[in-house]
């Protein structure tokens, strides 16, 4: 066998250790740079997750503190809801009992007039026809029925700094007064239709305003007092 010798110069081994040092070197500078920066990115997720926890700590502080307000108005309404109760609990005085049954007294001669001499007026004063005066009393009795809820609806959602129910005591007064005055006059005309049309609208007038006051006159009572004897009491002096 022969043997084969392969002569290789020391500054080439040298060399080429160098190189192999420098890659590993390289390698080692990557792998540094991969784990600076993984931790990095980890400090920075962190830094967000602090952030979105503070955010969320801020809003949760901010709910609460709304939360508070609320209550703290909703304790207020209840406060003055009490107080109110309170003042309506309290026995009424004589005189306020008194000056409330004199409103129904007013009211009482107005429809006592109505049903005893109404009919009698149309037929004998102004000689219509009784059927056609029958039928104008009919109108106006009807005209209650459709006035009176919804009157009592448009007192209960009324809201001035009067009240809901003194601005219809004091605008509905008048204009019964004045249709009431003119349901008993007989005008200058000979025509049976024209006299028909001018009572039945008089009439209407008369029912209108009328419904205008008592509906919220009688609602009077449960606001002046929630105690069920003087509710009891005031109905007695109305009566």
């Known amino acids: 066998m022969q043997n084969h010798s392969i ?25 540094l740079k991969n784990v600076v920066h993984d931790k ?6 962190e830094k967000e997750n602090n952030i979105e926890i503070k ?14 307000e609320e209550n703290d108005e909703i304790e207020e309404i209840g406060e003055e809801n009490d107080e ?42 102004a000689q219509i026809n009784p059927v056609i005066a029958g039928g104008i009393v009919l109108i ?28 219809w005591l004091l605008f509905g007064s008048v204009p019964v007064g004045v249709s009431f005055f003119l349901l008993w006059l007989v005008p200058p005309v000979n025509n ?8 039945a609208t008089m009439f209407l007038c008369v029912k209108a305003s009328f419904t205008a006051v008592t509906v919220p006159y009688t609602a009077l009572t449960p606001d002046l007092t929630e105690d069920y004897h003087e509710r009891t009491s005031l109905t007695m002096f109305r009566m």
């Open 55 to 68: 955010e969320e700590n801020d809003k949760g502080i901010n709910d609460i503190e709304e939360i508070g």
């Open 40 to 45: 990095n990115m980890g400090v920075y997720d």
């Open 84 to 125: 109110n109760k309170e003042n309506k609990s309290k026995s009424l005085k004589w005189y306020t009992k008194v000056g409330y049954a004199f409103g129904e007294m007013g009211l009482f001669i107005t429809t006592g007039i109505i049903g005893f001499f109404l009919s009698t007026f149309l037929l004998e004063t």
């Open 192 to 199: 049976e239709i024209l006299l028909t049309i001018y009572y």
């Open 7 to 31: 002569d290789i110069d020391e500054d080439e081994l040298v060399e080429i250790s160098l190189d192999d040092d420098d890659d590993n070197d390289n390698d080692d500078g990557i792998e």
């Open 140 to 167: 106006g009795q009807g005209f209650d029925a459709v006035s009176d809820p919804l009157v009592g609806r448009l007192s209960d959602i009324t809201n001035t700094r009067f009240g809901r129910r003194r601005p």
